[in-house]
Nanobody
Framework: QVELVESGGGSVQPGESLKLSCVAF????????MAWYRKPPGKKRELVAQ???????DYTDSVKGRFIISKDNSRNIVDLQMNSLNSEDTADYYC?????????WGQGIQVTVSS
C-alpha cells in the first residue's frame, strides 16, 4: 500500500522560509510524478508545484520564483522549498503522487504565515 508522509510544516513570519518534505513508501518513485497541493482556509485545494519522472517542474503563478520543488529518487523524497512566504501561503499542504492512472495523497501538513 502506497503511503506518503509529509513533514516540515509550522508557523513562520512573513518573509521567512520553510521546507516541506514528503517521503513515499511502496511506490515506484522513479516513475511517479510528484506534486504539492494546498488548501487555504475557506478556499479550494490548488496545485502548487509538480515534478515529473524526467525532473520537469511546473508551478502555479503565485509561487513562481519563490518555491522550488525537487525530487530525490535515491531516498524517495520530494521537497518543497518555500521562500519569501506571505500570508497568502497559509494553508494545509498535501503531497500527491501519480503513477499510471492511480493517485495517492498524503495526510496533509499545516503551514501558517503570520506576523
Amino acid at each position: 500500500q502506497v503511503e506518503l508522509v509529509e513533514s516540515g510544516g509550522g508557523s513562520v513570519q512573513p518573509g521567512e522560509s520553510l521546507k516541506l518534505s514528503c517521503v513515499a513508501f511502496n511506490l515506484n518513485f522513479n516513475r511517479a510524478t510528484m506534486a504539492w497541493y494546498r488548501k487555504p482556509p475557506g478556499k479550494k485545494r490548488e496545485l502548487v508545484a509538480q515534478i515529473d519522472d524526467r525532473g520537469v517542474t511546473d508551478y502555479t503563478d503565485s509561487v513562481k520564483g519563490r518555491f522550488i520543488i525537487s525530487k530525490d529518487n535515491s531516498r524517495n523524497i520530494v521537497d518543497l522549498q518555500m521562500n519569501s512566504l506571505n500570508s497568502e501561503d497559509t494553508a494545509d499542504y498535501y503531497c500527491f503522487a501519480s503513477l499510471r492512472y492511480a493517485g495517492y495523497w498524503g495526510q496533509g501538513i499545516q503551514v501558517t504565515v503570520s506576523s
